[in-house]
C-alpha cells in the first residue's frame, strides 16, 4: 500500500517511522511519503490560506495549492481521504475496508478547513472514471487543529489490518471473531496474586468452554460499567 500524507506540518508525522510501521517500510509492504503543501506554493510568502468568501471566522485553505499538492501524488484507484469534523465517523469496519486500498492520500486541512471545490473536483467523473473516490472522514466527535494526528490514527489502524503488518497475525484473527473487532474481556498474567488480588480462579480451570462463558459475561458487565 502506498499512503501520501499532505501537510503544512511535515514533522508530524515523524514517529510513523517507529516500531511496526518502521518495519513495514523497511520490508516493502508499506510507503508512507509526506509531502509539505507549502512545496506548492509560487508566492514568497508561501501562502495556503485566504478570506472565507462571505465573511466568518477564520482561514479557509486554498483549492489551488491543494490541487497542485494532490495532482502530483494521486494514482488511478486511490482513496482521497479529507480529514474534517465534519466527515464520516472512522471506525473498525472503515479501516478494514481501507486496508485493502491501492494508495491512500490524506489531505490534512487546518484552520476552518479545505476550500470545498477540492473534494467537488476530484469526485467527477474522470476521477471516478480513474476509480478514484474521495472521502470526508472524521475520527470523533471533538474538534482537533487540523487533520495531521487524526490521518496518524487512521493510518495506524488500518495498517496494521495489511497481512504482514501486524507482529502477530493470531491476535487478529481472535479480533476478527468479535463483533466490536476488539478483546473486551479483563486479561491478567503473572503473578497469581498482586497486592492481595487474585486472579480468577477459573482462568487457571483448563477448562475452555467455561472460560470462554466467563470472557463473554465479564466483556458485556466491562462495556456497561463504562457507559457504552
Ligand atoms: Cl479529521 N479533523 C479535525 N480538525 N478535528 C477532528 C477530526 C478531524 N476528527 C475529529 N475531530
Known sequence: MRIDAITIFPD??????????????????????VHDLRSQTSDTHHTVDDAPYGGGAGMVMLADVWGRAIDSVIEDGADLI??????????????QELSGARQ???????????????????????????NIRVREVSIGDYVL???????????????RLIP????????????SHNE?????????????????LEVPPILLSGNHGAIAAWRTSQAKERKESNGN
Not at 14 to 25: N, V
Not at 164 to 175: F, I, R, T
Not at 181 to 190: D, S, V
Request: charged content about 20%; glycine content about 12%.
Open 12 to 33: 508530524y508525522f515523524a514517529p510513523l517511522q517507529l516500531s511496526l510501521l518502521g518495519k513495514a517500510q523497511d520490508g516493502g509492504l508499506l510507503s508512507i511519503n
Open 82 to 95: 479529507i480529514l474534517t469534523p465534519a466527515g464520516r465517523r472512522f471506525n473498525q469496519e472503515l479501516a
Open 104 to 130: 491512500l492520500i490524506f489531505a490534512c486541512g487546518r484552520y476552518e478547513g479545505i476550500d470545498d471545490r477540492v473534494r467537488i473536483h476530484y469526485s467527477q467523473d474522470e476521477y471516478i472514471a480513474r
Open 145 to 159: 487543529g487540523g487533520g495531521e494526528v487524526a490521518s496518524m490514527v487512521m493510518i495506524e489502524a488500518i495498517t
Open 164 to 175: 504482514g503488518v501486524l507482529g502477530n497475525p493470531l491476535s487478529l484473527a481472535e479480533e
Open 180 to 196: 466490536e473487532g476488539y478483546l473486551e474481556y479483563p486479561n491478567f498474567t503473572r503473578p497469581q496474586e498482586w497486592r492481595g
